[in-house]
């Protein structure tokens, strides 16, 4: 593991927002569209249902570097995941029958070492996705969430 630190999206500057994804399920089914190949999904954990654990921990992948975490205390856990067809649909399938905050409170999309997507308060608060990403995905993804993005940038 890296001993640089990743940033978040508050470091990001600039990029998309899609405020009003809430639905957990609907994100897992259709993140492949606006993740690139070989992308990993950070989920920071604060209370993560027993069984999503258990698959997280199944399928996880080796830390690539150290993320800040969203929250400071209580210390939260960081499961580094491939972003794969396979996991994904885990995911969603777990996601089906289980309340958003037992499945992350903060979930990351890290690609060829960057943070591409910060979504603190997962579910909850607006998903940012950098501006790195093609114009293609970031409107394939919109249309199939139902919400078209909006620029973003730091203040």
């Known amino acids: 593991m890296s001993s640089v630190n990743l940033p978040t999206a508050r470091e990001i500057k600039s990029g998309w927002e899609f405020r009003g994804l809430r639905d ?18 950070v989920l920071e954990e604060e209370s993560m249902a027993k069984d ?29 995941i491939a972003a794969g067809p396979r996991t994904l649909a885990g995911l969603a399938g777990l ?14 999309g ?9 979504w603190h308060d997962a579910f909850d608060g607006p998903l940012v996705v950098s501006s790195a990403l093609s114009p293609e995905a970031l409107a394939d993804f919109g249309c199939a969430v139902g919400i078209q993005p909006k620029p973003w940038q730091l203040s």
């Open 24 to 41: 957990s399920t609907l994100f897992f089914r259709t993140a492949h569209l606006v993740l690139p190949p070989d992308s990993f999904l």
């Open 52 to 80: 999503v654990r258990e698959f997280v921990e199944a399928n996880a992948a080796a830390a690539l570097a150290r993320l800040s975490p969203g929250t400071l205390w209580p210390r939260s856990r960081m499961h580094w």
């Open 95 to 108: 996601s089906s029958h289980h309340a958003e905050p037992e499945i992350c409170s903060h979930l990351y």
């Open 110 to 118: 890290v690609h060829d070492g960057r943070i591409i997507l910060d």
